[in-house]
């Protein structure tokens, strides 16, 4: 079946580390693929998104993903975290069914906590 | 606010009864979606429309699990018979649905506790 990996369930940083959360997909086909984040007690949100062209992505608050086709892999990254990044991030691609539906198909989200 | 509002945001029901949620989508998206979402997972997709026809629902987890979106605007999943192990976030998002790929809007969820 077709799914998207997140390798990294919990991450704990300081503030001031650098961030890189893992993201595989299990499609060869065209891509597109997304990071969302939910913020403590707020909705999932987008944080980020590639479909085509340059395959360094920059999103909102000064995350970026590098889409590696060769690796099937998307991984979300920050240079220096804020303990306000401290969120569930989640990593989604859509599949086309057998019915010709296009599935939104999510990570298992990985955790960050960003200690101040 | 005009993102996508869920009503209730909180439902605790007993084994073996009905419950029903609502969404309402951001306005003029056609398309409308609902997840499942348990602990320590993301969400797991249900069902979706397009306006008022259901496209997929060969992911609603049982035939107690049903999804309505009569007038293309606001949208209905229904559980009947619930059982213990229904209990989680549910989640509605809509997108314009011009492409295949839109990105989610999402609500924030009704959290479903089954006793």
């Known amino acids: 079946a077709q799914s998207v990996s997140q390798h990294n369930h919990h991450v704990i940083l300081s503030e001031a580390a650098s961030l890189e959360l893992g993201c595989n997909y299990s499609?060869?086909?065209?891509?597109?693929l997304f990071w969302y984040v939910q913020y403590p007690g707020q909705h999932l949100q987008l944080l980020l998104k590639?479909?085509?062209?340059?395959?360094l992505v920059k999103g909102i608050k000064g995350f970026e993903a590098e889409f590696i086709k060769s690796k099937f892999s998307f991984n979300l990254r920050k240079p220096s975290v804020q303990w306000s990044d401290t969120a569930e991030y989640f990593c989604?691609?859509?599949?086309?069914?057998?019915?010709?539906?296009?599935?939104?198909?999510f990570g298992r989200g990985t955790s960050l906590i960003v200690h101040p | 606010d005009t993102g996508v509002s869920q009503d209730p945001r909180h439902k605790i029901t007993k084994r073996g009864q009905n419950v029903t949620f609502r969404c309402d989508p951001i306005?003029?998206?056609?398309?409308l979606y609902w997840y499942r979402q348990t602990l320590g997972q993301g969400p797991e997709f249900l069902t979706y429309?397009?306006?008022?026809?259901?496209?997929?629902k060969s992911r609603l987890l049982s035939d107690r699990f049903s999804a309505e979106r009569p007038k293309g605007s606001f949208s209905t999943l229904e559980i009947q018979r619930t059982e213990q192990g229904d209990s989680a976030m549910y989640l509605c998002?809509?997108?314009?649905?011009?492409?295949?790929?839109?990105?989610?809007?999402f609500g924030p969820g009704t959290r479903l506790t089954v006793l």
């Open positions: 306005s003029e998206h056609n398309r």
């Open positions: 499609y060869g086909g065209t891509v597109n």
């Open positions: 429309f397009q306006n008022e026809a259901q496209l997929e």
């Open positions: 590639y479909f085509s062209g340059d395959p």
């Open positions: 998002a809509s997108n314009p649905g011009r492409t295949r790929y839109n990105e989610q809007f």
């Open positions: 989604a691609a859509p599949y086309h069914s057998s019915g010709g539906s296009y599935i939104p198909t």
